[in-house]
């Protein structure tokens, strides 16, 4: 019962997760600023080079990307990036599919997490020893 209420609060957390996620990309996406950066590689991590509005060069980090893989260095992306934080940048392209995978993370550990203590609270009510 305990794993259950663990899992059920677990997806509690998570569904807060991608709600925060899902708000910061569509802030980005309605105020960032688009540009083409280029796949970089800088002290063996891969970076994005671009040139903000005002004339500022930025390697900001490469945002992780999920089942396709990674461009190869030197490779030119899409990328929107925030005006006043020009190294917190996101890949102009749809997360659809990204968001669907957390929500059914999400769904799954708050259903299972209430089927768990449901099926754990039962099994205890069988096991207390009589009254008399």
Same mark, same amino acid.
């Given at each position: 019962?305990?794993?259950g209420?663990?899992?059920?609060?677990?997806?509690?957390?998570a569904?807060?997760?991608?709600?925060?996620?899902q708000?910061?990309?569509?802030a980005?996406?309605?105020?960032?600023?688009?540009?083409t #950066?280029?796949?970089?590689?800088?002290s063996?991590?891969?970076?994005?080079?671009?040139?903000?509005?005002?004339?500022?060069?930025?390697?900001?980090?490469?945002?992780?990307k999920?089942?396709?893989g990674?461009?190869?260095?030197?490779?030119?992306?899409?990328?929107?990036?925030?005006?006043?934080?020009?190294?917190?940048?996101i890949?102009?392209?749809?997360q659809? #599919?990204?968001?669907?995978?957390?929500?059914?993370? #999400?769904?799954?550990?708050?259903?299972?997490?209430?089927?768990?203590?449901?099926?754990?609270?039962?099994?205890?009510?069988?096991?207390?020893?009589?009254?008399?």
């Amino acid at each position: 019962m305990i794993g259950g209420i663990g899992c059920f609060v677990f997806g509690i957390v998570a569904s807060f997760l991608v709600v925060v996620l899902q708000r910061h990309d569509t802030a980005l996406r309605e105020d960032g600023v688009e540009v083409t #950066a280029t796949v970089v590689e800088v002290s063996g991590e891969r970076r994005l080079l671009f040139t903000t509005a005002a004339g500022d060069e930025i390697r900001a980090e490469e945002p992780l990307k999920s089942g396709t893989g990674r461009p190869p260095v030197g490779t030119q992306v899409e990328i929107l990036y925030d005006r006043d934080d020009p190294t917190t940048v996101i890949n102009d392209e749809s997360q659809l #599919a990204r968001d669907i995978t957390l929500w059914i993370v #999400a769904i799954k550990l708050v259903v299972g997490g209430a089927v768990f203590v449901v099926v754990g609270a039962r099994r205890l009510r069988r096991t207390e020893p009589a009254t008399s």
